[in-house]
């Protein structure tokens, strides 16, 4: 699910991108392992606007991004990580991209108020009834540490797809347009 997750997938395009612009890329073997450790907020896009408002209008379509985040089982046992990541680039071009985290399983309020008041309110219910009544360990720790593989032509389509597809659609458009002004003049 992590893989899956819209800030993981850009967070894996800003890698892709830095193996396909580095200088060794398709001539020679080469590892990345400075990268800095990466704060990853999964879950999904939330809504903007007041956190107390949204809950008390769970069905209004300007707050379904954060209801939607709320229903996603990775916003409860992660909400956000820390993650290390080691990249292998072969000869070949062909990838392999290490990720690493530890976390700690803590559904409590931020004790130093660094979170907004409702997220806190949030976070008091549900970890009073998690930790406190259900007694749910709040040292438990949750850890990934899993590789993904890609061959020269993924990570290639992963740091450039983008802009593929805008330079195709922008291609399409101006033939489009020919073939609109090529059908006026043969219709006149």
Known sequence: ?????????????????????????????????????RGIQLGGKRAKGNMLDQFKHPFSVKYRDTWKVAANELTWLLRSIGVITLVVVEKSGNVRIQHKFQDTFDLRASEDGSRSIEYDVVSIISGFLYH?????????????????????????????????????????????????????????
Request: aromatic share 10%; net charge negative.
């Open 1 to 37: 699910m992590i893989n899956e997750d819209p800030q993981f997938v850009e967070y894996e395009k800003e890698i892709a991108k830095k193996i396909v612009h580095h200088p060794k890329f398709g001539k020679e073997f080469f590892e990345i392992i400075d990268l800095p450790l």
């Open 132 to 188: 406190d009544i259900a007694g749910g360990n709040d040292l438990m720790k949750v850890r990934g540490n899993w590789i993904n593989q890609y061959s020269k032509k993924d990570i290639e389509w992963k740091a450039n797809g983008d802009k593929i597809i805008e330079e195709g659609m922008k291609k399409m458009k101006e033939k489009l347009e020919q073939d609109r002004l090529k059908w006026i003049r043969d219709t006149q």
